[in-house]
């Protein structure tokens, strides 16, 4: 399976631990994204990158979040001191250049409890 | 504030019957005009995708329709089979920038 893929797939976790979540993009693409969705919602932005530097940040993007790309390949989402508002599906894309759009991998559930 | 609103809500279609969902945008610099599709428990995926130098793209059963005038795209889904029952996404970019999307409309097709 060449697609975007993501890990784990399923996270539940206590109110206040960490949790970090993987990303392992479309090979050769040089954007990746994170979007959070929410029941009942679409997809909301939270951080990008190119290659292995982090470019935007949204302000859904509280310091308790923080993103990496280590040498421009996969990419990591930590959350620290997890909170029930968190729960959410974590969902990856990444694209080859903008006018080829951007593809997402089945995303990470994560249940607050 | 929403930069993409996307209508209707939930849309029910008879099998072999025309599906149509409806978006709006405000920020003339959104230049890149995607329909994403998504089954329940999976992540979205790129349906078609418009810019707004065309006025309509085709892609088998789904075409996108473009006013740049009146800042409205639409996505028709041509001969609505059960098998297209899912939700749909529209958004919007400028660039290799992120993504804003629409609210999501719950399409079900009744055979």
């Known amino acids: 399976d060449t697609g975007v893929s993501q890990n784990p797939r399923h996270k539940i976790t206590k109110r206040g631990q960490n949790v970090t979540f993987r990303c392992d993009p479309i090979?050769?693409?040089?954007?990746l994204y994170w979007y959070r969705q929410t029941l009942g919602q679409g997809p909301e932005f939270l951080t990008y990158?190119?290659?292995?530097?982090?470019?935007?940040k949204s302000r859904l993007l509280s310091d308790r979040f923080s993103a990496e790309r280590p040498k421009g390949s996969f990419s990591t989402l930590e959350i620290q001191r997890t909170e029930q508002g968190d729960s959410a599906m974590y969902l990856c894309?990444?694209?080859?250049?903008?006018?080829?759009?951007?593809?997402f991998g089945p995303g990470t559930r994560l249940t607050v409890t | 504030q929403q930069q993409v609103k996307q209508s209707p809500q939930s849309l029910i279609v008879q099998k072999g019957g025309i599906s149509i969902i409806n978006c709006a945008y405000e920020?003339?610099?959104?230049?890149?005009f995607p329909w994403y599709q998504q089954f329940p428990g999976k992540g979205p995926a790129l349906l078609i995708a418009?810019?707004?130098?065309?006025s309509e793209k085709k892609e088998g059963r789904f075409t996108i329709s473009f006013n740049k005038s009146a800042k409205q795209f639409s996505l028709h889904i041509m001969d609505s089979q059960p098998g297209d029952s899912a939700t749909y996404f529209c958004?919007?970019?400028?660039?290799?920038?992120?993504?804003?999307f629409g609210t999501g409309t719950r399409l079900t097709v009744i055979p």
């Open positions: 090979s050769e693409h040089n954007r």
């Open positions: 418009i810019r707004p130098d065309v």
């Open positions: 894309a990444s694209s080859l250049s903008w006018t080829e759009g951007q593809y």
């Open positions: 920020n003339t610099a959104f230049d890149y």
């Open positions: 990158f190119q290659n292995e530097a982090q470019l935007e």
């Open positions: 958004a919007a970019s400028t660039g290799a920038n992120n993504l804003f």
